[in-house]
């Protein structure tokens, strides 16, 4: 099972019932992997769990999403592939790619479907908080411009 290591202690947690936190859908096929995003986001944000690119993509079209963080390596359907079905459905919508087997040739693949990021696995909390909180800083600013 993998886990998030913690450098240092999470920020502070935004007030409950702040009805602007935006929503992030994590989308990774190991259960402790979506588990760990899950408590480290959820005190900042709306968090949304997924185990594969087909249920992923049944939740971005249920609700709005504002941040992905998507697996790279996931049976059935690929990450590279449930990124280019994600652009299909909402091109304004900020990816990161998690991974812990990223090849040049993904990382070509994704930043070339417009992934905001790639982060490797074992992930460090305070990276993937600020790689987040950018990447809502960034759909915010997309929403924004018409």
Excluded at 29 to 37: F, H, I
Excluded at 113 to 142: C, G, H, T, W
């Amino acid at each position: 099972m993998s886990e998030i290591r913690t450098a240092k202690p999470a920020a502070p947690p935004i007030k409950p019932g702040t009805e602007a936190r935006s929503l992030v859908l994590v989308v990774d096929d190991e259960e402790g992997v979506r588990e760990s995003l899950r408590l480290l986001l959820e005190p900042h944000f709306r968090v949304r769990t997924e185990a594969s690119g087909e249920a992923a993509l049944r939740a971005l079209r249920e609700e709005s999403v504002d941040v992905v963080l998507l697996d790279l390596t996931m049976p059935d359907m690929s990450g590279v592939d449930t990124l280019a079905k994600i652009r299909e459905l909402d091109e304004a919508v900020e990816v990161v790619i998690v991974t812990g087997y990223g090849s040049y040739q993904s990382s070509v693949d994704t930043l070339r479907l417009r992934a905001f990021d790639y982060v490797n696995k074992p992930l460090e909390s305070e990276r993937v908080l600020a790689i987040v909180r950018r990447a809502e800083e960034s759909r915010r600013q997309r929403r924004e411009t018409p």
